[in-house]
């Protein structure tokens, strides 16, 4: 079962960009999709968005449609999600998941991950 260790999160102004990373290891990368989620002060956690094994497509929650965009590095074994024009409703607590499988599917529901990290924290300031 691979592990997922996230970084890069961190304090950042409104209109600023942060990205994250999620180092995989003890698992073979490449047979697993990805996905991005948060849960912000007060809230449930939510989807924010997916990449499928191959890297080959993405989704993203519409909330973060045209500023966030998912990718991953197979060599690296560590998927990325880079942050553009923040806002404060970004601020939560993020995690990557992952979920092994031998479609080529993104998947954007928390209960369809067995793997998680520990989260690493975004605080965007106005």
């Known amino acids: 079962q691979v592990q997922l260790v996230e970084s890069g999160g961190g304090l950042a102004q409104a209109g600023g960009s942060l990205r994250l990373s999620c180092a995989a290891s003890g698992g073979t990368f490449s047979s697993y999709a990805m996905g991005w989620f948060r849960r912000p002060p007060g809230k449930e956690r939510e989807f924010v968005a997916a990449i499928t094994r191959s890297g080959g497509a993405t989704y993203y929650a519409d909330s973060v449609k045209g500023r966030f965009t998912a990718s991953r590095d197979t060599i690296k074994s560590t998927a990325y999600l880079q942050m553009n024009s923040l806002r404060p409703e970004d601020t939560a607590v993020y995690y990557c998941?992952?979920?092994?499988?031998?479609?080529?599917?993104?998947?954007?529901?928390?209960?369809?991950?067995?793997?998680w990290g520990q989260g690493t924290q975004v605080t965007v300031s106005s």
């Open positions: 998941a992952a979920r092994q499988t031998t479609s080529n599917n993104y998947y954007t529901s928390t209960g369809l991950y067995p793997v």
